[in-house]
């Protein structure tokens, strides 16, 4: 459901990622780890089609990100770490906005509004302008708005900025949910128990290349560590030198 090959962004001089390739299912609930700078939003710039890469491709859902971007935009929910609103809207009328755009039947719209604002507690905020509502309620405006018309891919940039516990518990049931009933969820976060908790698989970049990728049982084998924090930290402090191979 998502697929790179090659996939290269150069910055003048700066390579941000270096021949990324990945295949990642239907229904696989993958996480993407790395440090500042290590080339993950630059990756999700990509693969969502707000960046042309210098040169490689990407896939969502079969359809080409560049060549035929607006299937692959019609396939795709995204969260992006800073999420850009409409302020002077409500919250309804952007949710609104979001159905007009992926072509969701306004009846199906109001049904799956009124399902989400009562699974992300937004049914209070609804009438308020978005420029008014907290940081924290923009954020589950931004999922529950990138949900609206059931995307067959997910990706989502730190989503669990700014929320309180009650709610980052609903957010990963939810996109663990989705995962289960066969959507496809890139994840990138800091929060590596975050990435344990949830992910399948794992995949960790450093310096715009891949230098792990398993499922939680294979980095633990393969880098003779209990958990995600040592293996990722053992990669990062390892970076100006060969990185043992995690990748499979």
Not at 87 to 112: N, Q, Y
Not at 115 to 133: M, N, S, V, W
Not at 146 to 158: N, Q
């Amino acid at each position: 459901m998502i697929r790179t090959r090659d996939l290269t962004m150069h910055y003048g001089s700066l390579c941000a990622l270096d021949h990324l390739s990945l295949e990642i299912p239907q229904g696989e609930f993958f996480a993407f780890l790395g440090a500042n700078a290590a080339g993950k939003t630059t990756t999700i710039k990509l693969l969502t089609g707000l960046l042309k890469a210098s040169s490689g491709e990407a896939w969502l859902c079969g359809h080409h990100v560049q060549n035929d971007a607006r299937a692959a935009k019609q396939a795709l929910g995204f969260v992006p770490d800073v999420a850009v609103f409409y302020d002077k809207l409500t919250a309804l009328e952007f949710m609104g906005f979001i159905a007009e755009i992926f072509s969701v039947p306004p009846d199906r719209a109001r049904r799956l509004t009124g399902d989400l604002f009562d699974q992300f507690a937004l049914h209070p905020y609804g009438r308020e302008q978005i420029e008014h509502l907290s940081h924290g309620t923009r954020q589950r405006l931004a999922i529950a708005s990138a949900l609206l018309h059931d995307p067959k891919v997910i990706i989502i940039d730190e989503p669990m900025i700014g929320l309180d516990p009650v709610h980052m518990r609903v957010v990963k049931e939810e996109l663990k949910a989705r995962s289960r009933a066969g959507v496809t969820i890139f994840m990138s976060t800091h929060l590596l128990n975050v990435a344990e908790e949830l992910a399948d698989r794992i995949g960790i970049i450093d310096q715009g290349k891949l230098v792990a990728l398993g499922s939680m049982s294979e980095l633990r084998q393969n880098a003779g560590q209990d958990s995600l924090e040592p293996i990722f930290l053992n990669l990062m402090s390892a970076s100006s030198h060969p990185s043992p191979d995690l990748r499979h």
